[in-house]
């Protein structure tokens, strides 16, 4: 069925398990009256909805790969040039220039690389060597005022898995900062773009608010 005006399109390119998005989307979305939430790899579906939301997990050069294959990537950059766009950990990360993990370019949305975390600094501030990837619950530093933290407290603790991270040409797009033997960007945003390297779904009721903020969000 196509997505029709007012929907919310989570783009599947096959990487990642996406019902846990999906699920946190539309328990958020029934709270407001927002039509429906589906899960679509149709290119036209994308384009047709009104809010998409750009998540995933594994390997970036397999996501890049997928969302070539399934002719999803005119339909991904379009949406972020004019829709209200959330890019969640992978999905942050596939809207820069290039990545370090298979040295693999991306989408070219923001000016920038995503680096691997650094194993000479991979150090606690007791001088305990850290683990990559980087998973479990870590605070997220507003480095800017954005709608989507609306009613979220800066410092406020989200959950991560992700070995690598973006790192930004314009530093005016950072958002969100976080800490783990080095801080690294974790949020950045533009005009109707933002992506967090963060699972919002994954993230209690920080996430929740995030994604409700998303769904209410006018760029």
């Known amino acids: 069925m196509p997505v029709a005006p007012g929907n919310i399109a989570v783009i599947d390119y096959g990487m990642g398990n996406l019902r846990s998005v999906w699920q946190a989307l539309v328990h958020v979305a029934s709270a407001t009256g927002t039509p429906k939430v589906v899960v679509t790899a149709d290119p ?3 384009m047709a909805a009104e809010r998409v939301v750009f998540p995933g997990q594994g390997a970036m050069p397999d996501c890049m790969r997928e969302l070539e294959a399934r002719g999803l990537r005119a339909a991904v950059i ?12 992978i999905g942050q990360q596939m809207l820069f220039e290039h990545s370090e993990e298979g040295d693999v370019p991306g ?7 995503v680096r691997h975390f ?3 600094k991979m150090l606690a501030a007791n001088g305990d060597k850290l683990k990559v990837p980087h998973m479990g619950w870590n605070e997220v530093v507003h480095t800017r005022s954005h709608a989507l933290w609306d009613g979220i407290d800066d410092g406020a603790r989200f959950y991560f898995v992700h070995s690598y991270y973006v790192d930004p040409v314009d530093r005016e797009c950072v958002m969100g900062a976080t800490n783990y033997g080095l801080p690294f960007t974790s949020a950045v945003a533009r ?4 992506a967090i390297q963060c699972h919002p779904e994954k993230s209690a009721q920080a996430g929740l608010r995030l994604l409700s903020n998303f769904i209410n969000w006018k760029p």
């Open 78 to 89: 379009e949406a972020a040039k004019n829709k209200p766009f959330l890019g969640i950990c």
């Open 191 to 194: 005009d109707n773009i933002f």
């Open 107 to 113: 989408l070219g949305v923001f000016a920038g690389r």
């Open 44 to 46: 036209a579906e994308v």
């Open 118 to 120: 650094p194993a000479e």
